[in-house]
């Protein structure tokens, strides 16, 4: 189903694309930035949920700074330097995060107008072309995202893109979950499963060091499944310099596998993520400081969490990390899922 968004500050006309499946739960998403903009699950009481943070209409996508819902490219984390080399020459890119890029640098992909290919009641696929030098990067390459909600009460996202020249690609979704609802206040008694044993050590500024660093015996420890606040204000350097959870954790296996999980005692609400990437930032939100959100909610510090699949921050400069470096003519292919369950 096709709804008014709003109109941006430019003219566009943006859309909302509602799907709903067999169990009552419905999706939807935006032409606007090809955005996540609601979730809605029924709990155990039978009461439809929404469960990512978001807006109520398009201005409150367009002036939000936080990624609500967001697709995030060309690259989604840092560039170390706002810089990187590729077949021998350098590309500059827009500093955003201190001296480094973050997100792709200012010319957000999430601030733009996606073209839809195709909709229906279970799935969306928006298109977007990004020329070459687009915030910096090489080469022109056209992006598709699709939006499918199943009848397992599966949000899956799928990714796919084929550049012209070489260049580099990392998208994810940005999505902030809260399990008890987006207005229900702070996540930290919800539980949270991390399939990963080590993590990707980060100095100050979020860039990693090139280590990784085991998650054993650490605050960083989320095999076994934890609340989220149970750590969070740990003496440990990781804490400290990312403010709470703000980390890539090198999640364990290989191809499509699940990467972790979140589970509300509240709604009775249980999610799972799936992804065929080889890392997760898990992030919760620590900079949310009195934002207006939809319905009328006023969202504060760690009132949603991240579970952004992705290749590892600053992997153009580590040699020892799996790349997002995509050669001319090679398809970009890749899917994460977050699927949805009673407990």
Not at 103 to 122: C, F, I, L, P, Q
Not at 279 to 288: A, D, E, L
């Amino acid at each position: 189903m096709r709804s008014d968004f709003g109109t941006t500050a430019k003219g566009d006309h943006a859309a909302l694309y509602t799907m709903k499946n067999e169990n009552g739960m419905e999706i939807a998403v935006s032409d606007y930035g090809a955005i996540l903009v609601k979730v809605l699950v029924p709990g155990r009481d039978g009461i439809l949920r929404d469960v990512v943070l978001g807006y109520d209409d398009v201005s409150g996508y367009e002036c939000g700074t936080l990624y609500f819902g967001a697709t995030v490219g060309r690259v989604a984390n840092r560039i170390k330097g706002g810089a990187f080399e590729l077949n021998g020459n350098t590309y500059t890119l827009t500093k955003n995060d201190n001296q480094n890029t973050l997100h792709g640098g200012t010319d957000y992909y999430d601030k733009r107008m996606w073209k839809v290919e195709e909709a229906d009641d279970s799935h969306v696929s928006l298109a977007l072309h990004s020329a070459d030098g687009d915030q910096g990067f090489p080469g022109e390459v056209d992006i598709r995202v699709t939006y499918t909600l199943t009848d397992n009460n599966e949000v899956k996202i799928r990714y796919h893109a084929v550049p012209v020249e070489d260049t580099l690609l990392n998208l994810t979704n940005h999505s902030y979950f809260n399990l008890s609802g987006h207005n229900s206040g702070t996540v930290l008694d919800q539980e949270v499963m991390i399939c990963a044993d080590a993590f990707t050590r980060a100095d100050e500024e979020s860039i990693p060091t090139g280590e990784l660093l085991l998650v054993e015996g650490t605050p960083m420890d989320f095999r076994s499944g934890k609340p989220i606040g149970r750590e969070i204000h740990a003496d440990y350097e990781a804490i400290k310099f990312g403010l709470g959870y703000d980390h890539n954790w090198a999640l364990n296996g290989s191809g499509y596998r699940q990467a972790a999980s979140m589970y509300s005692g509240q709604s009775g609400i249980e999610m799972k993520v799936y992804t065929d990437l080889p890392g997760m930032q898990f992030y919760t939100g620590n900079f949310i400081e009195q934002e207006k959100g939809k319905e009328g909610a006023v969202y504060r510090k760690r009132q949603g969490v991240c579970f952004e699949s992705q290749y590892f921050p600053d992997a153009v400069h580590k040699e020892q990390f799996e790349g997002p470096v995509v050669r001319a003519q090679e398809a970009y292919d890749t899917t994460t899922v977050y699927q949805f369950q009673l407990k």
